[in-house]
Protein backbone atom coordinates (compact mmCIF):
# COMPACT_ATOMS: atom_id res chain seq x y z
CA UNK A 1 0.00 0.00 0.00
CA UNK A 2 0.98 3.57 -1.31
CA UNK A 3 0.44 6.33 1.39
CA UNK A 4 -0.31 9.46 -0.04
CA UNK A 5 2.16 12.23 0.40
CA UNK A 6 0.65 15.47 2.42
CA UNK A 7 0.03 18.19 -0.30
CA UNK A 8 -2.01 20.92 1.94
CA UNK A 9 -4.99 21.07 3.86
CA UNK A 10 -7.35 17.61 3.82
CA UNK A 11 -10.73 16.93 4.52
CA UNK A 12 -10.24 14.35 6.41
CA UNK A 13 -7.03 13.65 8.42
CA UNK A 14 -6.84 10.32 10.40
CA UNK A 15 -3.44 9.90 12.21
CA UNK A 16 -2.75 6.67 14.21
CA UNK A 17 -6.60 6.08 15.72
CA UNK A 18 -7.58 3.52 17.92
CA UNK A 19 -11.12 2.73 19.55
CA UNK A 20 -11.87 -0.11 22.00
CA UNK A 21 -15.23 -0.91 22.89
CA UNK A 22 -14.32 -3.63 26.25
CA UNK A 23 -11.90 -6.14 24.58
CA UNK A 24 -12.93 -5.16 21.05
CA UNK A 25 -10.73 -3.04 19.50
CA UNK A 26 -12.40 -1.85 16.44
CA UNK A 27 -10.48 0.66 15.13
CA UNK A 28 -6.63 0.09 16.02
CA UNK A 29 -4.56 2.29 14.44
CA UNK A 30 -5.93 3.93 11.75
CA UNK A 31 -4.16 6.49 8.99
CA UNK A 32 -6.54 7.79 6.69
CA UNK A 33 -5.77 11.24 4.56
CA UNK A 34 -8.92 12.49 1.79
CA UNK A 35 -8.01 15.63 -0.18
CA UNK A 36 -10.68 18.04 -1.25
CA UNK A 37 -12.76 16.61 -4.48
CA UNK A 38 -11.99 13.28 -3.92
CA UNK A 39 -14.74 10.71 -3.92
CA UNK A 40 -13.75 7.63 -1.52
CA UNK A 41 -15.17 4.42 -1.02
CA UNK A 42 -14.56 2.28 2.41
CA UNK A 43 -14.78 -1.57 1.96
CA UNK A 44 -14.71 -3.69 4.77
CA UNK A 45 -16.14 -6.86 5.32
CA UNK A 46 -18.62 -6.63 8.86
CA UNK A 47 -16.83 -5.79 11.90
CA UNK A 48 -13.90 -3.80 10.37
CA UNK A 49 -14.53 -0.81 11.72
CA UNK A 50 -16.32 1.69 9.00
CA UNK A 51 -18.87 2.37 11.43
CA UNK A 52 -17.05 3.09 13.95
CA UNK A 53 -14.22 5.48 12.01
CA UNK A 54 -17.85 7.06 10.82
CA UNK A 55 -18.45 7.93 14.52
CA UNK A 56 -15.63 9.47 15.02
CA UNK A 57 -15.30 11.75 11.65
CA UNK A 58 -18.83 12.89 12.65
CA UNK A 59 -17.75 13.54 16.35
CA UNK A 60 -20.01 11.13 17.51
CA UNK A 61 -17.68 8.88 19.76
CA UNK A 62 -14.12 9.95 20.55
CA UNK A 63 -10.72 8.17 19.81
CA UNK A 64 -8.86 6.50 22.61
CA UNK A 65 -5.81 7.67 20.77
CA UNK A 66 -4.38 9.31 18.05
CA UNK A 67 -6.07 12.23 16.11
CA UNK A 68 -9.13 12.66 14.19
CA UNK A 69 -9.39 16.28 11.77
CA UNK A 70 -11.83 17.23 9.33
CA UNK A 71 -11.28 20.16 7.52
CA UNK A 72 -8.19 20.70 10.00
CA UNK A 73 -10.70 20.83 12.89
CA UNK A 74 -12.01 18.46 15.78
CA UNK A 75 -14.79 16.88 13.97
CA UNK A 76 -17.72 18.02 16.61
CA UNK A 77 -16.70 21.81 15.71
CA UNK A 78 -16.19 20.97 11.83
CA UNK A 79 -20.21 19.31 12.13
CA UNK A 80 -20.90 22.81 14.31
CA UNK A 81 -19.54 25.06 11.50
CA UNK A 82 -21.65 22.82 8.68
CA UNK A 83 -17.97 21.50 6.85
CA UNK A 84 -19.21 17.72 7.66
CA UNK A 85 -22.84 16.60 6.68
CA UNK A 86 -23.74 12.53 6.67
CA UNK A 87 -26.57 10.33 5.28
CA UNK A 88 -26.87 8.29 7.71
CA UNK A 89 -29.33 4.71 7.27
CA UNK A 90 -32.57 5.54 8.88
CA UNK A 91 -34.36 7.91 10.73
CA UNK A 92 -34.33 11.88 11.51
CA UNK A 93 -37.32 12.65 8.95
CA UNK A 94 -40.98 13.77 9.74
CA UNK A 95 -43.56 11.45 7.82
CA UNK A 96 -46.65 14.16 7.55
CA UNK A 97 -44.12 16.92 6.00
CA UNK A 98 -44.03 17.01 2.12
CA UNK A 99 -40.57 16.70 0.62
CA UNK A 100 -40.81 19.96 -0.11
CA UNK A 101 -41.71 21.22 3.25
CA UNK A 102 -38.81 19.23 4.76
CA UNK A 103 -36.02 20.93 2.66
CA UNK A 104 -37.44 24.10 3.44
CA UNK A 105 -37.95 23.67 7.12
CA UNK A 106 -34.32 22.40 6.97
CA UNK A 107 -33.11 25.18 5.13
CA UNK A 108 -34.53 27.60 7.37
CA UNK A 109 -31.93 26.36 10.17
CA UNK A 110 -29.49 26.90 8.82
CA UNK A 111 -28.00 30.64 8.99
CA UNK A 112 -26.82 30.48 4.92
CA UNK A 113 -28.01 27.64 3.08
CA UNK A 114 -27.73 26.41 -0.30
CA UNK A 115 -31.20 27.19 -2.80
CA UNK A 116 -33.87 24.90 -1.75
CA UNK A 117 -34.70 24.75 -5.43
CA UNK A 118 -31.14 23.77 -6.66
CA UNK A 119 -30.90 20.68 -4.06
CA UNK A 120 -34.36 20.01 -5.05
CA UNK A 121 -33.30 19.54 -8.45
CA UNK A 122 -29.86 18.14 -7.86
CA UNK A 123 -31.08 15.05 -5.68
CA UNK A 124 -33.99 14.51 -8.41
CA UNK A 125 -36.60 15.81 -5.76
CA UNK A 126 -38.49 18.39 -7.74
CA UNK A 127 -41.43 15.61 -9.45
CA UNK A 128 -42.01 14.15 -5.85
CA UNK A 129 -42.06 17.71 -3.94
CA UNK A 130 -45.42 17.50 -3.42
CA UNK A 131 -45.35 14.00 -1.98
CA UNK A 132 -45.93 13.12 2.17
CA UNK A 133 -42.45 11.75 3.21
CA UNK A 134 -44.27 8.81 4.89
CA UNK A 135 -45.80 7.86 1.02
CA UNK A 136 -41.84 8.19 -0.22
CA UNK A 137 -40.18 5.07 -0.87
CA UNK A 138 -36.69 4.09 0.78
CA UNK A 139 -35.12 5.41 -2.17
CA UNK A 140 -36.55 8.64 -2.04
CA UNK A 141 -36.56 9.25 1.56
CA UNK A 142 -32.87 8.53 1.05
CA UNK A 143 -32.48 11.16 -1.76
CA UNK A 144 -34.69 13.58 0.69
CA UNK A 145 -31.86 12.78 3.45
CA UNK A 146 -29.02 13.25 0.65
CA UNK A 147 -30.52 16.71 -0.07
CA UNK A 148 -30.88 17.91 3.61
CA UNK A 149 -27.01 17.31 3.60
CA UNK A 150 -26.42 18.98 1.01
CA UNK A 151 -27.74 22.32 2.32
CA UNK A 152 -24.76 23.59 4.71
CA UNK A 153 -22.72 23.59 1.53
CA UNK A 154 -20.63 20.99 3.50
CA UNK A 155 -17.49 20.43 2.66
CA UNK A 156 -16.98 16.57 3.67
CA UNK A 157 -20.36 14.26 3.04
CA UNK A 158 -20.06 10.81 4.55
CA UNK A 159 -22.54 8.13 3.65
CA UNK A 160 -23.14 5.45 5.96
CA UNK A 161 -24.06 2.13 3.46
CA UNK A 162 -26.30 4.81 1.48
CA UNK A 163 -28.49 2.36 -0.90
CA UNK A 164 -28.69 -0.29 1.74
CA UNK A 165 -31.92 -2.06 0.81
CA UNK A 166 -32.97 -0.24 -2.33
CA UNK A 167 -33.43 -2.23 -5.27
CA UNK A 168 -31.29 -1.67 -8.73
CA UNK A 169 -33.41 1.09 -10.25
CA UNK A 170 -33.17 2.78 -6.74
CA UNK A 171 -29.38 2.27 -6.20
CA UNK A 172 -29.17 3.81 -10.33
CA UNK A 173 -31.45 7.17 -9.09
CA UNK A 174 -28.78 7.87 -6.05
CA UNK A 175 -25.97 7.38 -7.37
CA UNK A 176 -27.14 9.60 -10.23
CA UNK A 177 -28.21 12.61 -7.55
CA UNK A 178 -24.62 11.96 -5.85
CA UNK A 179 -23.00 12.71 -9.95
CA UNK A 180 -24.81 15.54 -10.23
CA UNK A 181 -23.15 17.07 -7.35
CA UNK A 182 -19.43 15.73 -7.43
CA UNK A 183 -18.60 18.45 -9.74
CA UNK A 184 -18.85 21.47 -6.79
CA UNK A 185 -15.43 19.69 -5.21
CA UNK A 186 -16.71 18.39 -2.19
CA UNK A 187 -14.93 14.77 -0.50
CA UNK A 188 -17.37 12.34 -0.67
CA UNK A 189 -16.64 9.25 1.91
CA UNK A 190 -18.99 6.16 1.46
CA UNK A 191 -18.94 2.65 3.04
CA UNK A 192 -20.49 0.07 1.84
CA UNK A 193 -20.60 -3.73 1.02
CA UNK A 194 -21.70 -3.68 -3.00
CA UNK A 195 -18.06 -3.90 -4.20
CA UNK A 196 -20.00 -2.81 -8.10
CA UNK A 197 -21.01 0.23 -6.10
CA UNK A 198 -17.43 1.07 -4.83
CA UNK A 199 -15.85 0.36 -7.98
CA UNK A 200 -18.48 2.28 -10.55
CA UNK A 201 -18.68 5.53 -8.12
CA UNK A 202 -15.63 5.64 -6.08
CA UNK A 203 -12.00 7.69 -7.23
CA UNK A 204 -10.89 5.61 -4.60
CA UNK A 205 -11.27 2.33 -2.70
CA UNK A 206 -9.68 2.24 0.63
CA UNK A 207 -10.10 -1.31 2.39
CA UNK A 208 -10.68 -1.99 5.73
CA UNK A 209 -9.99 -5.29 7.88
CA UNK A 210 -9.43 -5.08 11.59
CA UNK A 211 -9.64 -1.54 11.79
CA UNK A 212 -6.83 -0.78 10.28
CA UNK A 213 -6.61 0.20 6.17
CA UNK A 214 -5.25 -3.06 4.45
CA UNK A 215 -5.33 -1.40 0.60
CA UNK A 216 -5.64 2.15 -0.65
CA UNK A 217 -5.76 3.79 -4.45
CA UNK A 218 -8.24 3.51 -7.69
CA UNK A 219 -10.21 0.48 -8.20
CA UNK A 220 -7.94 -0.89 -10.78
CA UNK A 221 -5.22 -0.48 -8.42
CA UNK A 222 -6.50 -2.47 -5.92
CA UNK A 223 -7.51 -5.26 -8.05
CA UNK A 224 -4.45 -5.51 -9.20
CA UNK A 225 -2.29 -5.74 -5.46
CA UNK A 226 -4.99 -8.18 -4.58
CA UNK A 227 -4.23 -10.04 -8.01
CA UNK A 228 -7.83 -11.62 -7.20
CA UNK A 229 -9.76 -13.56 -10.41
CA UNK A 230 -12.84 -15.28 -10.43
CA UNK A 231 -12.19 -18.89 -12.53
CA UNK A 232 -15.73 -20.49 -14.58
CA UNK A 233 -15.48 -23.89 -15.28
CA UNK A 234 -17.51 -26.55 -17.02
CA UNK A 235 -17.58 -29.48 -14.76
CA UNK A 236 -20.19 -31.81 -13.51
CA UNK A 237 -19.03 -33.69 -10.96
CA UNK A 238 -16.62 -31.49 -9.59
CA UNK A 239 -14.37 -32.15 -6.68
CA UNK A 240 -15.22 -29.23 -4.93
CA UNK A 241 -13.10 -30.23 -1.78
CA UNK A 242 -9.96 -31.08 -3.52
CA UNK A 243 -10.30 -27.77 -5.48
CA UNK A 244 -10.80 -25.53 -2.34
CA UNK A 245 -7.86 -27.52 -0.81
CA UNK A 246 -5.68 -25.89 -3.38
CA UNK A 247 -3.42 -23.03 -1.84
CA UNK A 248 -4.41 -19.80 -3.59
CA UNK A 249 -8.23 -20.43 -3.65
CA UNK A 250 -10.42 -18.61 -1.68
CA UNK A 251 -13.66 -20.02 -2.20
CA UNK A 252 -15.16 -23.08 -4.92
CA UNK A 253 -18.98 -23.43 -5.30
CA UNK A 254 -20.49 -25.62 -8.24
CA UNK A 255 -23.82 -23.82 -9.75
CA UNK A 256 -25.08 -26.84 -11.97
CA UNK A 257 -22.65 -27.96 -14.12
CA UNK A 258 -20.10 -25.10 -13.38
CA UNK A 259 -18.01 -24.14 -11.06
CA UNK A 260 -16.88 -20.56 -9.73
CA UNK A 261 -13.78 -20.40 -7.76
CA UNK A 262 -12.01 -17.04 -6.88
CA UNK A 263 -8.20 -17.15 -6.50
CA UNK A 264 -5.01 -15.04 -5.89
CA UNK A 265 -3.39 -17.59 -8.09
CA UNK A 266 -5.47 -18.04 -11.58
CA UNK A 267 -3.04 -18.76 -13.62
CA UNK A 268 -1.60 -21.83 -11.41
CA UNK A 269 -4.92 -22.97 -10.61
CA UNK A 270 -6.23 -22.69 -14.44
CA UNK A 271 -2.86 -24.92 -15.26
CA UNK A 272 -3.90 -27.36 -12.70
CA UNK A 273 -7.43 -27.54 -13.75
CA UNK A 274 -7.09 -28.09 -17.59
CA UNK A 275 -4.18 -29.88 -16.98
CA UNK A 276 -4.93 -32.82 -14.20
CA UNK A 277 -8.90 -32.55 -13.70
CA UNK A 278 -11.93 -32.96 -16.36
CA UNK A 279 -12.73 -29.43 -15.87
CA UNK A 280 -13.14 -27.36 -19.42
CA UNK A 281 -14.10 -24.08 -21.13
CA UNK A 282 -12.26 -22.17 -18.27
CA UNK A 283 -13.01 -18.44 -18.37
CA UNK A 284 -10.86 -16.05 -16.03
CA UNK A 285 -12.05 -12.80 -15.00
CA UNK A 286 -10.85 -10.02 -12.64
CA UNK A 287 -13.54 -8.49 -10.36
CA UNK A 288 -13.46 -6.48 -7.85
CA UNK A 289 -15.32 -8.83 -5.51
CA UNK A 290 -12.44 -11.54 -6.08
CA UNK A 291 -9.85 -8.96 -4.90
CA UNK A 292 -11.69 -7.64 -2.24
CA UNK A 293 -12.04 -11.88 -1.03
CA UNK A 294 -8.54 -12.11 -1.29
CA UNK A 295 -7.65 -9.04 0.69
CA UNK A 296 -9.95 -9.36 3.91
CA UNK A 297 -10.23 -12.64 3.46
CA UNK A 298 -8.74 -15.46 6.43
CA UNK A 299 -5.14 -16.03 5.07
CA UNK A 300 -4.76 -12.82 2.78
CA UNK A 301 -1.87 -12.10 4.54
CA UNK A 302 0.24 -15.45 2.72
CA UNK A 303 1.58 -14.75 -0.58
CA UNK A 304 0.68 -16.88 -3.42
CA UNK A 305 2.40 -20.08 -3.41
CA UNK A 306 4.96 -20.70 -6.19
CA UNK A 307 3.82 -22.97 -9.18
CA UNK A 308 5.93 -25.91 -9.23
CA UNK A 309 4.95 -26.15 -12.53
CA UNK A 310 7.16 -22.84 -13.07
CA UNK A 311 10.20 -24.43 -10.90
CA UNK A 312 13.57 -25.59 -13.16
N1 LIG B 1 -20.86 0.53 20.88
C1 LIG B 1 -20.18 -0.61 20.77
N2 LIG B 1 -20.00 -1.42 21.82
C2 LIG B 1 -19.30 -2.57 21.72
N3 LIG B 1 -18.71 -3.00 20.57
C3 LIG B 1 -18.88 -2.24 19.48
C4 LIG B 1 -19.61 -1.01 19.52
N4 LIG B 1 -19.59 -0.47 18.27
C5 LIG B 1 -18.88 -1.34 17.50
N5 LIG B 1 -18.44 -2.39 18.23
C6 LIG B 1 -17.61 -3.50 17.73
O1 LIG B 1 -16.49 -2.95 17.07
C7 LIG B 1 -16.17 -3.68 15.88
C8 LIG B 1 -16.25 -2.77 14.68
O2 LIG B 1 -17.61 -2.43 14.43
P1 LIG B 1 -18.09 -1.45 13.27
O3 LIG B 1 -19.58 -1.31 13.41
O4 LIG B 1 -17.29 -0.20 13.29
O5 LIG B 1 -17.71 -2.27 11.96
P2 LIG B 1 -18.27 -2.10 10.47
O6 LIG B 1 -17.10 -2.28 9.58
O7 LIG B 1 -19.05 -0.85 10.34
O8 LIG B 1 -19.23 -3.37 10.34
P3 LIG B 1 -20.58 -3.54 9.47
O9 LIG B 1 -20.17 -3.59 8.05
O10 LIG B 1 -21.11 -4.84 9.98
O11 LIG B 1 -21.48 -2.38 9.81
C9 LIG B 1 -17.18 -4.83 15.84
O12 LIG B 1 -16.57 -5.96 16.43
C10 LIG B 1 -18.33 -4.35 16.70
O13 LIG B 1 -19.03 -5.43 17.28
Not at 19 to 39: C, D, S
Not at 58 to 87: E, F, I, K, M, N
Request: proline share 6%; with cysteine; net charge negative.
Amino acid sequence: MTQRQPTGPAVIELVGVRKQFGEVTAVNGLNLRVEAGEVVAFLGPNGAGKSTTIDLLLGLARPDSGTVRVCGRPPADAVRHGLVAAVLQSGGLLRDFTVAETVRYVASVYPTARPVDQVMEVAGLTPIAGRRVGKCSGGEQQRLRFALALLPEPQLLVLDEPTAGMDVEARQDFWTAVRRDAERGRAVLFATHYLDEADAHADRIVVVREGVVVADGPAAKIKNLATGRRIRVLWPEAELAAVRALPGVDSAEAYGDSVLLHTRDSDRIARHLLNHTLARDLEITATLESAFMALTGRDSARPPEPDPEERG
